[in-house]
């Protein structure tokens, strides 16, 4: 078992803020996939991924101990849980190999010639390039990313429901789902002609409305979340955008962190006509296990709630992890249930 392994699901309480200036807020701080992930106490939405390698503190041997993300960044992380701070430690002694000044004023030089490799062959292999480059956006810049889509998708018609009954049977919908921070977000009045699930990026499921309508129960609304979920993890969604932009926003993207605004412009409604594939099967059973779900709520319900299940569903009913045991709790209670498919009604 890695460092991280051992606390992936550790979190904690933190005070942090977007800059000195800014108005602090309560977060709750958790690990991810080499990143640390500030999430606010309250809603659980996502306010900043760092990469925990470049983490560093600010006041060694002070407490309570301060945090900011290497760079020029102004983000600043209060912590005061001793089994943080020292689980912080440990997993970025894990991560960041050690190194002198040498190899540290090395890495510079290596990444522009790095940069110009990828260019070069970018010019000949545009798939290495998106390939590349998706390889190396960091999650926060995926999640900004996510916001100028969800824009775009609100410049489109969309809009998103909110209620305080729906919005807490969400929170329990997801926290059922997803073992890292994620957000599931119900939009109605999309442009599609069949409702769907779509991953936008950045850990960001979008929900068409019209699924809650249809959706006999909270088990089949979660089942076809899944089915998003391991098609995202089949093919990066960051590879579709940077197809849509082209090969010089993909690179100013990998060389300066920057995408274009107008690169991306049309991008919101070519990903709602894409059409969804089948997601992997193997894996997608191991999601359904792993949080406890049978297939068969989704495979026998009277409507197809994603629309590439046909393919899948006899696989998927012979297949059932939770075939032959007993029914367990539900995802959510019925008053819960309801609530959630209020959502849009306030």
Same mark, same amino acid.
């Given at each position: 078992?890695?460092?991280?392994?051992?606390?992936?699901?550790?979190?904690?309480?933190?005070?942090?803020?977007?800059?000195?200036?800014?108005?602090?807020?309560d977060v709750i701080v958790s690990f991810g996939d080499a990143t640390l992930?500030?999430?606010?106490?309250?809603?659980?939405?996502?306010?900043?991924?760092?990469?925990?390698?470049?983490?560093?503190?600010?006041?060694?041997?002070?407490?309570?101990?301060?945090?900011?993300?290497?760079?020029?960044?102004?983000?600043?992380?209060?912590?005061?849980?001793?089994?943080?701070?020292?689980?912080?430690?440990?997993?970025?002694?894990?991560?960041?190999?050690?190194?002198?000044?040498?190899?540290?004023?090395?890495?510079?030089?290596?990444?522009?010639?790095?940069?110009?490799?990828?260019?070069a062959a970018g010019a000949i292999i545009p798939g290495a390039l998106r390939e590349h480059t998706?390889?190396?956006?960091?999650?926060?810049?995926?999640?900004?990313?996510?916001?100028?889509?969800?824009?775009?998708?609100?410049?489109?018609?969309?809009?998103?429901?909110?209620?305080?009954?729906?919005?807490?049977?969400?929170?329990?919908?997801?926290?059922?789902?997803?073992?890292?921070?994620?957000?599931?977000?119900?939009?109605?009045?999309?442009?599609?002609?069949?409702?769907?699930?779509?991953?936008?990026?950045?850990?960001?499921?979008?929900?068409?409305? $019209?699924? /809650?309508? %249809?959706?006999?129960? *909270?088990?089949?609304? !979660?089942?076809?979340? +899944?089915?998003?979920?391991? @098609?995202?993890?089949?093919?990066?969604?960051?590879?579709?955008?940077?197809?849509?932009?082209?090969?010089?926003?993909?690179?100013?993207?990998?060389?300066?962190?920057?995408?274009?605004?107008?690169?991306?412009?049309?991008?919101?409604?070519?990903?709602?006509?894409?059409?969804?594939?089948?997601?992997?099967?193997?894996?997608?059973?191991?999601?359904?296990?792993?949080?406890?779900?049978?297939? $068969?709520? /989704?495979? %026998?319900?009277?409507? *197809?709630?994603?629309? !590439?299940?046909?393919? +899948?569903?006899?696989?998927? @009913?012979?297949?059932?992890?939770?075939?032959?045991?007993?029914?367990?709790?539900?995802?959510?209670?019925?008053?819960?249930?309801?609530?959630?498919?209020?959502?849009?009604?306030?």
């Amino acid at each position: 078992m890695t460092a991280l392994d051992k606390y992936r699901k550790l979190e904690g309480p933190g005070v942090w803020a977007a800059s000195r200036d800014e108005h602090r807020r309560d977060v709750i701080v958790s690990f991810g996939d080499a990143t640390l992930v500030i999430s606010d106490s309250r809603s659980m939405a996502v306010l900043s991924h760092w990469s925990l390698p470049a983490v560093e503190r600010i006041n060694p041997g002070k407490r309570p101990a301060l945090f900011r993300p290497e760079g020029d960044s102004e983000e600043v992380l209060e912590l005061d849980d001793d089994w943080l701070i020292d689980a912080l430690r440990v997993v970025q002694g894990a991560l960041r190999p050690p190194g002198s000044w040498i190899t540290r004023a090395r890495r510079p030089l290596l990444l522009a010639l790095g940069a110009a490799v990828v260019l070069a062959a970018g010019a000949i292999i545009p798939g290495a390039l998106r390939e590349h480059t998706a390889s190396v956006v960091p999650m926060a810049k995926r999640v900004e990313l996510g916001n100028m889509v969800r824009a775009d998708l609100a410049g489109l018609g969309g809009r998103q429901c909110t209620s305080p009954n729906g919005d807490a049977a969400l929170t329990s919908l997801r926290r059922a789902l997803f073992q890292t921070p994620a957000q599931i977000v119900v939009m109605r009045d999309l442009p599609l002609d069949v409702p769907r699930i779509q991953h936008v990026m950045g850990r960001y499921f979008l929900v068409d409305a $019209r699924l /809650l309508e %249809d959706a006999q129960s *909270p088990e089949a609304l !979660a089942g076809a979340i +899944l089915m998003a979920v391991q @098609r995202s993890a089949d093919e990066d969604p960051l590879i579709p955008l940077l197809r849509h932009a082209g090969v010089v926003a993909t690179f100013r993207l990998l060389t300066s962190a920057d995408m274009p605004r107008s690169a991306m412009r049309g991008y919101a409604s070519a990903m709602l006509r894409a059409p969804l594939v089948a997601p992997q099967l193997d894996p997608l059973l191991e999601r359904f296990a792993r949080v406890d779900l049978s297939t $068969r709520a /989704l495979v %026998d319900h009277p409507t *197809p709630l994603d629309p !590439a299940l046909g393919e +899948l569903s006899d696989a998927m @009913r012979a297949q059932d992890p939770l075939a032959g045991e007993p029914v367990g709790v539900g995802l959510l209670s019925d008053g819960q249930w309801v609530s959630l498919q209020n959502i849009c009604d306030s």
